[in-house]
C-alpha cells in the first residue's frame, strides 16, 4: 500500500510516500518515483522529531518514520502492513477504535494522550494528534498520526492542572485585558458558571454590577504594577453568581509572565459561611458580656438591698450602743471607786461589768462594719496618694498577716491622685490582706499593687480615670459560688467563730461609697485577686490635720450647746460634759437651738450638732448659730449618713466630726482640741 507506484499511495499526501530509512522497497520507490515537492516533504517528514505515521482506515501502517522507530523500537520494515493495534495496551483497544472511527467520519479530534506499547514490552505515554489523509475529492482514505512522548515538562504540567482542579478555591487567570483565559472546577462551583462560558469573557461577569466600573480601572492598574497581595482592606468584598446572587468573598492575586504576557490569578473563596460563623461568635460574646452586666447589675442590686436593711438596723444598733457604752463607764465608774473601799463587795462586779464593756466595743466595731456596707459611715475624703496610704499601712498588714505570708509592694510611679478617706482605705486594705492570709495557711505571697487606669463604659462604671490597687495573693482561691456572694454580708465559709463575713461587705460599701468599684478574678489552688478601682480627681492634696492629742484634758467653764435628737445621747453628752468641767446648753431640735443661741446671755463657746437631723440638716445649724455668733467653733456628731442626703453625709475636709457612739475621753478630747483652735 505504500508504494509509490501503487495510484492509491500517492493520493495519500505527504504521509503516504513517507517511511524510515529502511523502510525497505516502498520507501525507495516513493524517492524514485516522487516529484520535488514530494521528496521536500518526505524529508521532513523523516527528519521530525515526531514519530509521524500513516494507516489505512482499518489501521494497518503505511508509513513508518525514523522517530517511531525510535520511540517504539520497531523498525519500519517490521511496521509497514502491519495492524497498529501491536502498539495498543490491551485495555486501550476501545479508545483507539473510538479515535479511529470518529477520524472516518470527519470529525476532528484533538491531541490526547495515551499510552503505547514498545517492542521491548514497555509502556510509554504519548500525546497524540490524529488527522485525516483525504484523496483528492477529500474522501478519507486514511490517517496520519503525530506522536511524541509526554515529557516530564508535561506531566508535572499536567499534575499541576490537576491541583489547580483539586484547589478548594475559585482560581481565575485573566490575560492582560481581563479576559479569563483560564479557570478551575471550584469556579464552575463558586459562580455557577460552565468553564466554557467563562473563557473568553471580562471578569467583570463576575463582578456585581454596581461595582463594575471601579473593578476595570483597579483592574489596569493592578496589571500595569502587579504583585502578590490579599484584596479588600477596610471593606469586604462581594462577588456575583450566574443566578444574580450576591455573596462574600475573600480574594488574593498573583501574576505569572508568559509568552502572551502577563497573567493575573486571581484565587476567590466564598467566605459566606466564615462570615456567618464570625457573626454567631460575635453574637454569642456579646451575649456572654451582657449576662456578665446583668450578672453584675443583679448582685450590685441586691447588694444595694442588703445594704439598706443592714445598715437602717446599724443605724438603730448604733443608738443604742452609743447609750450602753457611756452608761456602762459611768456605772464602771463608780463601782471601780466602791470596789476600793469594798474590794469583796465590788470586786467582781467591776469585772463584770468589763466584761460588758467589751461586748459593747465588740458591738460598736460590727456596727460600723455594716453602716460602712451600708454606706451610712459618715466619710471624711481627702485627696491622697494611695501609694502614700500602702506605704502608711504596710507595717501594720505585715504585723497582721504573720511570718509566713511575704508581702510585696509593687507601687506604679506617677499615679493619679483619689479622693476619700484614708482611714476607710486602709481598713479595705487590711480586710483584704486578712482575708488574704487566711486563704494561705501555708504560707505565700500578697501583693499589692497600685497603677492607673482608663475605664470605658465596659466596667459598669462611668468611664473615667481610676486609680487600681491590686491585692492578690497564692491562696485556695475562691470557687465561683463563693466569688457569687463574697460581699454579702454575713457570708463568710469559715468556721462559726472565726468570721463574721463582714470583711468583704465593709470593702464593698467603702469603696462603692467613694464611687469606685471592686472586683474579684479567682482560680481555685491557684490565688485570688481584688481589684479595687477608685475615681481619680483633679483637685489638688488638702492639707493635713493635725494629729489628736492623748490623755482627758478637762473643761474651763466653757459654754457648749448641745443640738442632739436622740434624748439618750443627749443626756450622755450632757453628763460627760458637765463631768468634764463645760456649761451645757441642751436642745433636742435645730430650731430651739437658735432660740437659745439667740437668748443665751453669756457666750457660747462651741456647738455641738448632729449631722442629720429631721427639721435641718447639722450644716445648716452651724451656718445659722455662726450667723448670730461668729465667734462659736463647731463639732459635727454623725454616727451615720443617711444615703438619701449623700451629699449632707459628706463633710468638707477641715471639719471636725465625733463619731457616735463616743467615750468620754473622745468627747472631752475633741472638745478641748476644737476650744484651743488646733
Ligand atoms: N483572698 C481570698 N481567698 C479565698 N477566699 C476568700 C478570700 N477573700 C475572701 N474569701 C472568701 O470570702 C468569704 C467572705 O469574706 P469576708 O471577708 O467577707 O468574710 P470572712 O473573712 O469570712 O469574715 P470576716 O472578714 O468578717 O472576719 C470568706 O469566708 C472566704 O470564703
Ligand atoms: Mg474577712
Same mark, same amino acid.
Given at each position: 500500500?505504500?508504494?509509490?507506484?501503487?495510484?492509491?499511495?500517492?493520493?495519500?499526501?505527504?504521509?503516504?510516500?513517507?517511511?524510515?530509512?529502511?523502510?525497505?522497497?516502498?520507501?525507495?520507490?516513493?524517492?524514485?518515483?516522487?516529484?520535488?515537492?514530494?521528496?521536500?516533504?518526505?524529508?521532513?517528514?523523516?527528519?521530525?522529531? $515526531? *514519530? =509521524? +505515521?500513516?494507516?489505512?482506515?482499518? #489501521? %494497518?501502517?503505511?508509513?513508518? &518514520?525514523?522517530?517511531? /522507530?525510535?520511540? !517504539? @523500537?520497531?523498525?519500519?520494515?517490521?511496521?509497514?502492513?502491519?495492524?497498529?493495534?501491536?502498539?495498543?495496551?490491551?485495555?486501550?483497544?476501545?479508545?483507539?477504535?473510538?479515535?479511529?472511527?470518529?477520524?472516518?467520519?470527519?470529525?476532528?479530534?484533538?491531541?490526547?494522550?495515551?499510552?503505547?506499547?514498545?517492542?521491548?514490552?514497555?509502556?510509554?505515554?504519548?500525546?497524540?494528534?490524529?488527522?485525516?489523509?483525504?484523496?483528492?475529492?477529500?474522501?478519507?482514505?486514511?490517517?496520519?498520526?503525530?506522536?511524541?512522548?509526554?515529557?516530564?515538562?508535561?506531566?508535572?504540567?499536567?499534575?499541576?492542572?490537576?491541583?489547580?482542579?483539586?484547589?478548594? $478555591? *475559585? =482560581? +481565575?487567570?485573566?490575560?492582560?485585558? #481581563? %479576559?479569563?483565559?483560564?479557570? &478551575?472546577?471550584?469556579? /464552575?462551583?463558586? !459562580? @455557577?458558571?460552565?468553564?466554557?462560558?467563562?473563557?473568553?469573557?471580562?471578569?467583570?461577569?463576575?463582578?456585581?454590577?454596581?461595582?463594575?466600573?471601579?473593578?476595570?480601572?483597579?483592574?489596569?492598574?493592578?496589571?500595569?504594577?502587579?504583585?502578590?497581595?490579599?484584596?479588600?482592606?477596610?471593606?469586604?468584598?462581594?462577588?456575583?453568581?450566574?443566578?444574580?446572587?450576591?455573596?462574600?468573598?475573600?480574594?488574593?492575586?498573583?501574576?505569572?509572565?508568559?509568552?502572551?504576557?502577563?497573567?493575573?490569578?486571581?484565587?476567590?473563596?466564598?467566605?459566606?459561611?466564615?462570615?456567618?460563623?464570625?457573626?454567631?461568635?460575635?453574637?454569642?460574646?456579646?451575649?456572654?458580656?451582657?449576662?456578665?452586666?446583668?450578672?453584675?447589675?443583679?448582685?450590685?442590686?441586691?447588694?444595694?438591698?442588703?445594704?439598706?436593711?443592714? @445598715?437602717?438596723?446599724?443605724?438603730?444598733?448604733?443608738?443604742?450602743?452609743?447609750?450602753?457604752?457611756?452608761?456602762?463607764?459611768?456605772?464602771?465608774?463608780?463601782?471601780?471607786?466602791?470596789?476600793?473601799?469594798?474590794?469583796?463587795?465590788?470586786?467582781?462586779?467591776?469585772?463584770?461589768?468589763?466584761?460588758?464593756?467589751?461586748?459593747?466595743?465588740?458591738?460598736?466595731?460590727?456596727?460600723?462594719?455594716?453602716?460602712?456596707?451600708?454606706?451610712?459611715?459618715?466619710?471624711?475624703?481627702?485627696?491622697?496618694?494611695?501609694?502614700?496610704?500602702?506605704?502608711?499601712?504596710?507595717?501594720?498588714?505585715?504585723?497582721?498577716?504573720?511570718?509566713?505570708?511575704?508581702?510585696?509592694?509593687?507601687?506604679?510611679?506617677?499615679?493619679?491622685?483619689?479622693?476619700?478617706?484614708?482611714?476607710?482605705?486602709?481598713?479595705?486594705?487590711?480586710?483584704?490582706?486578712?482575708?488574704?492570709?487566711?486563704?494561705?495557711?501555708?504560707?505565700?505571697?500578697?501583693?499589692?499593687?497600685?497603677?492607673?487606669?482608663?475605664?470605658?463604659?465596659?466596667?459598669?462604671?462611668?468611664?473615667?480615670?481610676?486609680?487600681?490597687?491590686?491585692?492578690?495573693?497564692?491562696?485556695?482561691?475562691?470557687?465561683?459560688?463563693?466569688?457569687?456572694?463574697?460581699?454579702?454580708?454575713?457570708?463568710?465559709?469559715?468556721?462559726?467563730?472565726?468570721?463574721?463575713?463582714?470583711?468583704?461587705?465593709?470593702?464593698?460599701?467603702?469603696?462603692?461609697?467613694?464611687?469606685?468599684?471592686?472586683?474579684?478574678?479567682?482560680?481555685?489552688?491557684?490565688?485570688?485577686?481584688?481589684?479595687?478601682?477608685?475615681?481619680?480627681?483633679?483637685?489638688?492634696?488638702?492639707?493635713?490635720?493635725?494629729?489628736?492629742?492623748?490623755?482627758?484634758?478637762?473643761?474651763?467653764?466653757?459654754?457648749?450647746?448641745?443640738?442632739?435628737?436622740?434624748?439618750?445621747?443627749?443626756?450622755?453628752?450632757?453628763?460627760?460634759?458637765?463631768?468634764?468641767?463645760?456649761?451645757?446648753?441642751?436642745?433636742?431640735?435645730?430650731?430651739?437651738?437658735?432660740?437659745?443661741?439667740?437668748?443665751?446671755?453669756?457666750?457660747?463657746?462651741?456647738?455641738?450638732?448632729?449631722?442629720?437631723?429631721?427639721?435641718?440638716?447639722?450644716?445648716?445649724?452651724?451656718?445659722?448659730?455662726?450667723?448670730?455668733?461668729?465667734?462659736?467653733?463647731?463639732?459635727?456628731?454623725?454616727?451615720?449618713?443617711?444615703?438619701?442626703?449623700?451629699?449632707?453625709?459628706?463633710?468638707?475636709?477641715?471639719?471636725?466630726?465625733?463619731?457616735?457612739?463616743?467615750?468620754?475621753?473622745?468627747?472631752?478630747?475633741?472638745?478641748?482640741?476644737?476650744?484651743?483652735?488646733?
Amino acid at each position: 500500500m505504500a508504494e509509490c507506484s501503487n495510484g492509491q499511495s500517492r493520493r495519500f499526501g505527504y504521509a503516504g510516500s513517507v517511511a524510515g530509512d529502511d523502510a525497505g522497497a516502498g520507501t525507495d520507490a516513493g524517492r524514485d518515483c516522487a516529484p520535488p515537492q514530494h521528496a521536500l516533504l518526505a524529508a521532513i517528514v523523516r527528519s521530525s522529531h $515526531d *514519530a =509521524i +505515521v500513516s494507516m489505512t482506515l482499518d #489501521g %494497518v501502517v503505511t508509513s513508518w &518514520n525514523r522517530s517511531a /522507530e525510535e520511540l !517504539f @523500537g520497531y523498525p519500519a520494515a517490521e511496521m509497514i502492513g502491519r495492524h497498529v493495534g501491536v502498539l495498543w495496551p490491551e485495555n486501550r483497544g476501545t479508545e483507539q477504535d473510538a479515535v479511529i472511527a470518529s477520524v472516518r467520519v470527519g470529525k476532528r479530534v484533538e491531541r490526547y494522550r495515551t499510552w503505547r506499547l514498545r517492542r521491548d514490552g514497555t509502556a510509554i505515554e504519548v500525546g497524540i494528534t490524529p488527522s485525516p489523509i483525504t484523496d483528492d475529492s477529500g474522501a478519507v482514505v486514511g490517517i496520519a498520526a503525530v506522536c511524541r512522548s509526554v515529557s516530564e515538562r508535561e506531566r508535572a504540567q499536567a499534575r499541576y492542572r490537576g491541583l489547580l482542579e483539586e484547589a478548594p $478555591d *475559585a =482560581i +481565575v487567570g485573566i490575560n492582560a485585558n #481581563g %479576559v479569563i483565559v483560564i479557570c &478551575n472546577a471550584a469556579t /464552575e462551583r463558586t !459562580f @455557577g458558571y460552565r468553564r466554557d462560558d467563562l473563557i473568553g469573557q471580562p471578569v467583570e461577569l463576575l463582578v456585581p454590577e454596581a461595582a463594575r466600573e471601579l473593578h476595570i480601572r483597579h483592574r489596569a492598574e493592578y496589571m500595569a504594577h502587579p504583585q502578590l497581595r490579599p484584596l479588600a482592606g477596610h471593606s469586604q468584598l462581594t462577588a456575583r453568581r450566574a443566578d444574580g446572587t450576591l455573596f462574600p468573598v475573600d480574594i488574593s492575586l498573583s501574576w505569572v509572565e508568559t509568552d502572551d504576557g502577563v497573567l493575573a490569578a486571581a484565587a476567590v473563596r466564598d467566605v459566606t459561611e466564615r462570615l456567618e460563623a464570625e457573626a454567631e461568635r460575635d453574637r454569642l460574646k456579646a451575649q456572654a458580656e451582657r449576662q456578665r452586666l446583668e450578672g453584675r447589675l443583679q448582685q450590685a442590686q441586691r447588694l444595694e438591698s442588703l445594704g439598706q436593711l443592714a @445598715g437602717g438596723v446599724a443605724h438603730d444598733f448604733n443608738n443604742l450602743l452609743a447609750v450602753i457604752v457611756n452608761y456602762a463607764a459611768f456605772v464602771s465608774e463608780e463601782i471601780e471607786m466602791a470596789a476600793v473601799a469594798d474590794p469583796d463587795r465590788w470586786h467582781s462586779v467591776a469585772r463584770d461589768m468589763q466584761q460588758i464593756q467589751r461586748a459593747t466595743e465588740r458591738g460598736i466595731g460590727l456596727t460600723h462594719q455594716l453602716l460602712a456596707f451600708g454606706r451610712r459611715e459618715v466619710v471624711r475624703p481627702r485627696v491622697l496618694s494611695l501609694n502614700a496610704v500602702v506605704s502608711d499601712v504596710k507595717e501594720l498588714l505585715i504585723r497582721s498577716i504573720g511570718e509566713h505570708v511575704q508581702l510585696l509592694t509593687e507601687l506604679s510611679t506617677g499615679l493619679w491622685p483619689v479622693k476619700a478617706d484614708p482611714g476607710q482605705i486602709e481598713q479595705v486594705l487590711v480586710n483584704l490582706a486578712v482575708n488574704a492570709r487566711d486563704a494561705m495557711l501555708g504560707g505565700g505571697i500578697l501583693t499589692i499593687g497600685t497603677r492607673n487606669m482608663i475605664v470605658g463604659n465596659e466596667a459598669g462604671l462611668p468611664a473615667g480615670r481610676y486609680v487600681a490597687i491590686r491585692v492578690e495573693d497564692t491562696g485556695t482561691g475562691m470557687p465561683r459560688e463563693v466569688i457569687g456572694r463574697a460581699f454579702e454580708p454575713f457570708f463568710t465559709t469559715k468556721p462559726k467563730g472565726e468570721g463574721t463575713g463582714l470583711g468583704l461587705a465593709t470593702v464593698y460599701g467603702i469603696v462603692r461609697q467613694a464611687g469606685g468599684d471592686v472586683q474579684i478574678a479567682s482560680e481555685p489552688g491557684v490565688g485570688t485577686t481584688f481589684t479595687v478601682l477608685l475615681p481619680a480627681t483633679d483637685e489638688a492634696p488638702a492639707e493635713l490635720e493635725a494629729p489628736v492629742v492623748v490623755g482627758i484634758p478637762s473643761g474651763g467653764g466653757e459654754t457648749v450647746l448641745v443640738v442632739e435628737d436622740e434624748p439618750a445621747i443627749r443626756e450622755v453628752a450632757r453628763r460627760i460634759l458637765r463631768r468634764g468641767g463645760y456649761e451645757v446648753l441642751m436642745t433636742e431640735s435645730p430650731l430651739d437651738a437658735l432660740d437659745v443661741a439667740r437668748a443665751h446671755d453669756g457666750r457660747i463657746h462651741l456647738l455641738m450638732t448632729d449631722v442629720v437631723m429631721p427639721k435641718m440638716l447639722g450644716k445648716d445649724v452651724a451656718e445659722r448659730v455662726r450667723a448670730l455668733r461668729p465667734d462659736v467653733k463647731v463639732i459635727f456628731m454623725s454616727g451615720y449618713a443617711r444615703p438619701v442626703l449623700a451629699s449632707s453625709g459628706t463633710l468638707e475636709p477641715g471639719v471636725t466630726l465625733l463619731e457616735k457612739p463616743f467615750s468620754e475621753a473622745e468627747l472631752l478630747q475633741t472638745v478641748r482640741q476644737v476650744l484651743d483652735g488646733c
